[in-house]
């Protein structure tokens, strides 16, 4: 199995299923768990030194920190509904409480911050969408944390990709701290396949070929992209869903296209 891929884990007492930490990755900025929860159970979390952009993936939760409270919060029960998350950002140093009105699942994105944006509830309409690609290289985006709202080092969408369709593509990189060229962010993507049973390819290499591993990625994968391209496409009769989730050391999404591959941008319908 490539050491870029994270599979579930059996979930822990306190309903975590991926936990991605700068040490378990070996890199600086971005750190990524998911946890699972049954109606009715409730769990706290906070950082001492990090920015966090809490995504309710699927499921209703009441959700309180030490200022703010909502209730009822979550409008899907699956991620293929084609509909946007509700989402928390809170800075470094913010408890917050979760309690499940249903089984839920939350992502926690999390990257290295100083405090200089407030906690802030980021409902469906603060997102903004996008069609990207054509052809069979179409999909479906939800930027949640991106341009459309301020963070420190945080960027953090949602992509769907229907099936037989790429994304990510062609190949593209943001490993060089090299602005305004390209910028340097490293990236966790999370996967789900809609039906779950399904599967779905990755590939992540650089122009060295120093990293070049093809990863059969499956329901709640996730694949670390420290450096080098990333493409991802899936077969016939399932569609692919993945959270992103980048930082680095600024926060723009400046990418590079393999030169080898970016004549397919320019080519006639």
């Known amino acids: 199995m490539s050491y870029l891929h994270r599979r579930p884990s059996q979930m822990d007492d306190q309903g975590c299923i991926q936990k991605i930490t700068p040490q378990s990755a070996n890199w600086e900025y971005v750190s990524f768990e998911v946890h699972q929860l049954s109606a009715n159970q409730s769990k706290s979390f906070t950082t001492d030194d990090q920015e966090t952009c809490m995504v309710i993936v699927s499921g209703l939760v009441d959700v309180a920190t030490d200022t703010d409270a909502w209730s009822g919060l979550g409008e899907r029960m699956s991620v293929f509904e084609k509909k946007a998350p509700y989402s928390l950002y809170t800075p470094p140093g913010t408890p917050v409480k979760v309690t499940a009105l249903t089984d839920v699942e939350i992502a926690l994105c999390r990257a290295p911050a100083s405090g200089r944006f407030p906690t802030r509830l980021i409902r469906p309409e603060d997102c903004s969408y996008e069609l990207r690609g054509s052809g069979s290289n ?132």
């Not at 709202?149 to 990510?168: F, M, Q, R, Y």
């Not at 062609?170 to 060229?181: A, I, Y």
């Not at 590079?256 to 080519?267: F, T």
């Open 138 to 269: 179409q999909r479906h985006v939800c930027n949640i944390l991106f341009a459309n709202l301020e963070a420190e080092k945080l960027l953090v969408v949602e992509v769907i990709t229907p099936d037989g369709n790429w994304s990510s593509y062609p190949p593209h990189k943001h490993d060089s701290d090299n602005l305004p060229n390209e910028s340097s962010l490293e990236e966790t993507y999370f996967h789900k396949l809609n039906p779950p049973q399904g599967f779905a390819f990755q590939r992540v290499y650089t122009d060295d070929r120093s990293i070049d591993e093809v990863i059969a990625v499956e329901h709640n994968s996730v694949v670390e992209v420290p450096e080098g391209y990333h493409p991802v496409g899936v077969p016939h009769g399932y569609d692919l869903y993945y959270l992103n989730v980048m930082a680095g050391p600024t926060r723009q999404w400046v990418f590079k296209n393999d030169p080898a591959h970016e004549w397919i941008i320019n080519q006639k319908k």
